[in-house]
């Protein structure tokens, strides 16, 4: 389980900004997501600063490579609720370095559902 927590950001990974909406949520967000495929290592940093305050953790992190596009798989808890655990699945293109992916909120007891697709884009 890793997390991506400082400043920095390693020259191996790359950086995919865009707005999205957290199930659970009614507004949307901008967000980075930080991706190292080689170390398999994910971080979120949210521009809402009432998701930058947000103590979650990621785990389960999944990595595949396939022809067109990498498989990044991940789950985040206690974001932005405490107790949810949200499924993430995107897909990496490799001809424009875009990301697709939605977010799935896992059976909980405070009866967050819902999946919610998303797009970022690459910008390092």
Do not use: C
């Amino acid at each position: 389980m890793k997390k991506e927590t400082s400043g920095r950001i390693k020259t191996d990974q790359s950086i995919y900004s865009g707005t999205l909406r957290i199930p659970g949520t009614s507004e949307e967000t901008g967000v980075n997501l930080i991706v190292g495929l080689d170390d398999k290592s994910v971080g979120l940093r949210f521009s809402d600063p009432g998701f930058s305050d947000i103590n979650f953790q990621i785990g389960s992190i999944s990595v595949r490579n396939l022809l067109k596009y990498d498989e990044l798989h991940f789950v985040t808890t206690d974001l932005p609720i405490k107790e949810v655990d949200l499924q993430w699945k995107t897909n990496i293109a490799r001809a424009d370095n875009s990301v697709a992916g939605v977010i799935i909120a896992r059976p909980n007891k405070h009866k967050v559902v819902g999946e919610i697709g998303f797009s970022l884009v690459q910008t390092k």
